[in-house]
């Protein structure tokens, strides 16, 4: 069939709709990576003590900045930037991961079973209660992994602020570029110097009663 200079202005529209839509979807599909997961990890073992230890713990919360509360892993690009990683999110909620982590930290650190999550209380009245107050954690422009940390330790009964300490952690090594597996196992290992140093300040508490 003979196509006319008619049929041919009416055809043009549909076949540069039809090649706009097959590019659209070409871009839109072949752009963007999967996405990857992570969670942080105890520093020893995944299961809390289950030793039957009088000592009572209760990690009542641990607050992080805005920028931090969010799926995304997030990084700094400059001295007053961040960067938000869309294609490397975490599992779970940051600040829940955190506190399960720290849980099972102490637990092993304490050999205690008894250290509890809020809003579960611990079932000694003479509890310590842990409050952590997250300033930075992610890797820096430097490669290198910083958290800074103020906590308090108060008595479970009376809320009375037995010791407080701001804490700074740098990962003795950079990361290796854009290997944010190796990141989070840093990210990890911070948190579990954390984890050592509360630790260490309740059993000082316990050894001076």
Same mark, same amino acid.
């Given at each position: 069939?003979?196509?006319?200079?008619?049929?041919?202005?009416?055809?043009?529209?549909?076949?540069?709709?039809?090649?706009?839509? @097959?590019?659209?979807?070409?871009?839109?599909?072949?752009?963007?990576?999967?996405?990857? %997961?992570?969670?942080?990890?105890?520093?020893?073992?995944?299961?809390?003590?289950?030793?039957?230890?009088?000592?009572?713990?209760?990690?009542?919360?641990?607050?992080?900045?805005?920028?931090?509360?969010?799926?995304?892993?997030?990084?700094?690009?400059?001295?007053?930037?961040?960067?938000?990683?869309?294609?490397?999110?975490?599992?779970?909620?940051?600040?829940?991961?955190?506190?399960?982590?720290?849980?099972?930290?102490?637990?092993?650190?304490?050999? *205690?079973?008894?250290?509890?999550?809020?809003?579960?209380?611990?079932?000694?009245?003479?509890? %310590?209660?842990?409050?952590?107050?997250?300033?930075?954690?992610?890797?820096?422009?430097?490669?290198?992994?910083?958290? *800074?940390?103020?906590?308090?330790?108060?008595?479970?009964?009376?809320?009375?602020?037995?010791?407080?300490?701001? @804490?700074?952690?740098?990962?003795?090594?950079?990361?290796?570029?854009?290997? %944010?597996?190796?990141?989070?196992?840093?990210?990890?290992?911070?948190?579990?110097?954390?984890?050592?140093?509360?630790?260490? *300040?309740?059993?000082?508490?316990?050894?001076?009663?």
């Amino acid at each position: 069939m003979q196509i006319t200079p008619v049929m041919y202005r009416l055809r043009l529209p549909l076949l540069m709709t039809v090649i706009c839509l @097959t590019v659209l979807t070409g871009c839109l599909g072949g752009s963007s990576p999967p996405v990857k %997961y992570y969670v942080l990890s105890p520093a020893a073992s995944e299961q809390p003590s289950t030793s039957d230890s009088d000592l009572a713990i209760e990690i009542a919360t641990i607050h992080l900045p805005q920028y931090l509360d969010r799926p995304h892993l997030v990084t700094r690009s400059g001295d007053n930037r961040l960067k938000i990683l869309q294609s490397h999110q975490w599992g779970g909620n940051l600040r829940k991961d955190m506190m399960r982590t720290l849980a099972i930290n102490l637990s092993q650190l304490l050999d *205690t079973s008894n250290v509890s999550i809020a809003p579960h209380r611990a079932s000694s009245p003479g509890s %310590y209660r842990v409050v952590i107050e997250i300033l930075r954690f992610e890797k820096d422009i430097d490669e290198h992994v910083k958290l *800074t940390a103020q906590w308090k330790i108060t008595r479970g009964i009376d809320r009375k602020i037995l010791a407080t300490q701001i @804490t700074t952690l740098n990962s003795d090594q950079p990361a290796e570029k854009d290997n %944010y597996d190796d990141v989070v196992a840093m990210m990890s290992a911070q948190f579990g110097q954390l984890a050592t140093s509360i630790a260490t *300040t309740i059993q000082q508490l316990e050894s001076s009663k």
